[in-house]
């Protein structure tokens, strides 16, 4: 018998036949259809997938979700829209499911409202992302001066809303706009010249102007941590290249690069157009002004119900909702196109779980509440002619307290309230007070600024912008400011605890008198609350330093926004500026601080104390230390001024 142990492989294949023939090329067909149905009958929805035409031609990917309740007639829909440059397929292809619920989870998280509501769902991606067509710009402007094609969002949203009430025959012909961010700007760029169909809008957290305050500049500081963004965005249609780190702590990344152009530089970002117009404009001009937003919209007719969305702790947009809301207020004479809702929430916590954000409590799920008291009843009058929402002008949740108010304005104005700008003094011995400065106090407190040093705008190691599992960025608004008031480089005013609650509602304004021994300079200004040395209820949060309002100035635009200027070493200047919206009650035992120091490190880029027409090109000789004077003497009075508000308005109803 033969042993088989000592055969060849290849022989005993051959013996026993399972070796076939070679195959003859091109006799090999494909096992995948050239177009595959979808067996999607069980399914609680169809999904369509269209390239919707332009007045130009070109088309634009759109993804259309109808609930298969959604029928002609009785049973027509309206539709929810959302333009996106982030991916309209990935945006509505969450799971595997045959029920729209989970197909719309993640981003998308107004699905409760979505699915019980009946809404066809429709996202589009814009011209120049992902599957459109067309060239994509940064924010395309509308047409005209900064736009000379015959296309901007205006037009597209236009034309992708006529399209489909003439081509979804489930639709009841009413559409509403959507979205957070970018997508929040698009609502925007929607109520020029709108279309008929469009009954509301929801900008939520938009862009609105990035030099003044929000996503590039704050007050001409480059915010250098959207680098990434940038270039993400911007180097393929598809993001399928990501910018790269060459340090775990950003504050390494980005010290070691030295200017902020020389970073963009090593990534090869000279290559994107948006990058070359942000080096080409670091000041306030035409190319800013022209684009903002608010500005565009003060010289449009108010037509369509609109529902502006903020947020308290917005990392990214934290200056265009309030801005927008100041613009269109004054054209809604009847006062019913107008609502602003303002909430506790990180950039697009409106629409997540808003049970808390940080260290910080709310109480309640105030995401949930916004959903169902505010945004649920305000689209269901106008999409599907429900009753009317029962809304005030203003919603907005009020921190410290923790209670959702019904406000007649923004600030706060009418019988039942009193509001006043009222001066916090900046006064010797680091102290806030109440009284202005007197002739025999210490004229002013001094630190060096030094850039080899500067502060970081958070504990280290600094992460990456985002919102990837682990990274903590949406919630760095309210981190603990003890670290920063312990530096040497930053000097932090304090109040004696108060006996009775503080209640501030509207814009802090920073009145700063302060010098610097170098010819350009950066003032960042903090309000902030200092909880008690002990909180039984919360025991972490004893001596806690809660920034309740802050921004940055750089010292070059105090005469002018459009026009830098070098500044006077060791002259004292005045630098006014207000700081973002704030609606928080320092209660009884806390404290009022303010920190004032010069640089926010690395989330804008560090100002080189040297005047240079360019900061973005500053050499490394350029950076030098500088002593720093804030002033507190008669005459030259730093303070902040708070919008304190009497008590007086009743508190929302509490979330069911």
């Keep these: 018998m033969t042993n088989l142990r000592f055969l060849d492989p290849l022989a005993l294949l051959l013996a026993s036949g399972l070796c076939a023939q070679t195959p003859q090329p091109g006799t090999l067909r494909s096992e995948m259809p050239a177009h595959f149905k979808v067996a999607s009958e069980s399914w609680d929805y169809t999904r369509r997938e269209e390239m919707i035409p332009m007045r130009d031609g070109v088309k634009l990917k759109t993804i259309i979700l109808i609930p298969k309740g959604a029928k002609a007639g009785v049973g027509a829909a309206p539709i929810l829209l959302t333009r996106t440059p982030y991916n309209a397929v990935e945006q509505t292809g969450h799971a595997s499911s045959a029920h729209l619920g989970p197909i719309l989870q993640g981003y998308d998280n107004v699905t409760d409202l979505i699915v019980e509501g009946g809404y066809i769902r429709v996202v589009q991606d814009i011209r120049g992302k992902h599957g459109s067509e067309g060239d994509y710009v940064m924010n395309r402007?509308?047409?005209?001066?900064?736009?000379?094609?015959?296309?901007?969002?205006?037009?597209?949203t236009y034309d992708t809303i006529d399209w489909l009430v003439q081509h979804l025959p489930e639709s009841n012909g009413k559409v509403g706009i959507l979205g957070i961010s970018y997508d929040g700007f698009l609502p925007l760029m929607a109520l020029v010249n709108p279309h008929p169909a469009l009954k509301v809008a929801v900008p939520m957290n938009p862009m609105v102007d990035g030099w003044r305050g929000d996503d590039w500049f704050h007050n001409g500081a480059f915010r250098a941590q959207s680098l990434a963004y940038i270039y993400d965005q911007e180097a393929t249609r598809s993001n399928d290249l990501k910018w790269w780190t060459s340090a775990f702590d950003e504050y390494d990344l980005f010290l070691q690069a030295g200017s902020?152009?020389?970073?963009?530089?090593?990534?090869?970002?000279?290559?994107?157009?948006f990058w070359r117009k942000l080096v080409e404009h670091p000041s306030y001009d035409r190319f800013w002004q022209g684009q903002a937003m608010d500005r565009v919209l003060a010289q449009q007719a108010l037509k369509v119900p609109t529902l502006l969305v903020h947020s308290l702790y917005d990392a990214e947009d934290i200056y265009g909702a309030i801005a927008v809301w100041k613009a269109l207020k004054p054209k809604d004479t009847a006062g019913n196109l107008l609502f602003l809702a303002m909430g506790p929430w990180c950039h697009g916590g409106e629409i997540g779980d808003g049970s808390s954000l940080g260290p910080l409590k709310f109480g309640q799920d105030t995401g949930l509440y916004f959903r169902r008291e505010i945004l649920k009843p305000f689209l269901e009058q106008?999409?599907?002619?429900?009753?009317?929402?029962?809304?005030?002008?203003?919603?907005?949740?009020?921190?410290?307290?923790?209670?959702?108010?019904?406000?007649?304005?923004?600030?706060?104005?009418?019988?039942?309230?009193?509001?006043?700008?009222?001066?916090?003094?900046?006064?010797?011995?680091?102290k806030v007070t109440m009284a202005a400065p007197k002739a025999a106090d210490a004229p002013f407190e001094e630190y060096v600024s030094n850039p080899a040093k500067p502060v970081p705008f958070r504990s280290r190691p600094i992460q990456a912008v985002g919102y990837d599992k682990g990274l903590t960025w949406p919630q760095w608004l309210t981190d603990d400011q003890r670290e920063a008031s312990g530096r040497t480089d930053v000097v932090a005013f304090v109040s004696e605890p108060l006996t009775a609650p503080l209640k501030i509602s509207g814009e802090p304004m920073a009145n700063l008198v302060a010098s610097t021994s170098g010819t350009d300079a950066d003032w960042v200004v903090k309000v902030i609350d200092v909880y008690p040395d002990e909180v039984a209820s919360q025991p972490g949060l004893g001596g806690f330093q809660l920034m309740v309002s802050a921004d940055i100035f750089r010292g070059r635009y105090r005469e002018s926004l459009e026009t830098p200027k070098a500044l006077k070493p060791s002259e004292p200047f005045v630098y006014r500026f207000a700081l973002p919206a704030a609606n928080h009650v320092f209660l009884p035992g806390h404290r009022v601080m303010v920190q004032v120091q010069s640089s926010w490190f690395p989330?804008?880029?560090?100002?080189?104390?040297?005047?240079?027409?360019?900061?973005?090109?500053?050499?490394?000789?350029?950076?030098?230390?500088?002593?720093?004077?804030?002033?507190?003497?008669?005459?030259?009075?730093?303070?902040?001024?708070?919008?304190?508000?009497?008590?007086?308005?009743?508190?929302?109803?509490?979330?069911?």
């Design 141 to 156: 402007p509308l047409r005209g001066p900064l736009n000379a094609t015959e296309v901007d969002h205006s037009m597209d």
């Design 260 to 273: 902020t152009g020389a970073l963009a530089k090593s990534r090869g970002m000279e290559q994107l157009g």
């Design 382 to 430: 106008h999409l599907k002619d429900g009753p009317k929402a029962d809304l005030a002008p203003v919603s907005a949740f009020e921190t410290g307290t923790n209670v959702w108010r019904k406000l007649p304005d923004w600030p706060l104005a009418g019988k039942n309230t009193a509001r006043a700008a009222r001066p916090f003094y900046l006064g010797a011995g680091l």
């Design 603 to 656: 989330l804008y880029d560090r100002n080189p104390q040297t005047f240079v027409p360019n900061i973005f090109f500053a050499k490394p000789e350029d950076y030098r230390p500088a002593t720093q004077r804030v002033y507190h003497a008669p005459g030259k009075a730093s303070f902040v001024e708070l919008p304190v508000v009497k008590e007086g308005v009743e508190p929302a109803k509490r979330p069911r």
